[in-house]
């Protein structure tokens, strides 16, 4: 689980729902010898162990498909091998990457928000070829942190341009 998608990490707790035709796992000894029911069993106990492990890092993404995965083996019953429901890792434990919002460039000097140049020493001045790529370099970078911020749900500060 540590080195999969969170797409395929989705799909492992969509299975996980759609065993035993989507009801939960009798409580007997039965259902551990079900083939499902370890499946299950190895599938939460692999992103439990997983999330544990303090020397890997995950995306938030991975957390929540693989805490969703532990979920789902809970609610359908399946225990660990202690005999114990599956318990949500720590979210405070886990290393998460790429968590911090990322910082919205400056905006080149004589540059406005909406790209016109003003010299206020020259007027007349035309921004150079130079002034003109780091305006667009600029532009390019500041959509890319504003998209991954909206991607990991940070907001704008009020007031943003």
Avoid at 7 to 25: E, P, V, W
Avoid at 129 to 152: G, I, M, S, T
């Amino acid at each position: 689980m540590a080195n999969s998608s969170a797409r395929d990490i989705d799909s492992a707790s969509q299975y996980i729902r759609g065993l035993n035709g989507g009801t939960k796992f009798a409580a007997s000894a039965n259902a551990s010898n079900n083939e499902d029911y370890k499946l299950a069993q190895s599938m939460a106990q692999n992103a439990s162990t997983a999330l544990r492990d303090t020397t890997k890092t995950y995306s938030q993404e991975q957390v929540k498909a693989m805490q969703d995965v532990i979920k789902a083996a809970r609610d359908m019953g399946v225990m660990n091998d202690s005999g114990n429901t599956f318990a949500q890792v720590d979210s405070a434990k886990i290393q998460v990457r790429g968590v911090e919002p990322r910082v919205i460039p400056t905006r080149p000097a004589n540059f406005d928000e909406h790209g016109n140049f003003r010299d206020i020493t020259n007027p007349m001045r035309q921004p150079t070829a130079a002034e003109r790529e780091a305006f667009n370099q600029y532009v390019r970078e500041r959509a890319a942190a504003e998209r991954y911020n909206r991607q990991h749900g940070f907001t704008p500060p009020s007031g943003t341009p």
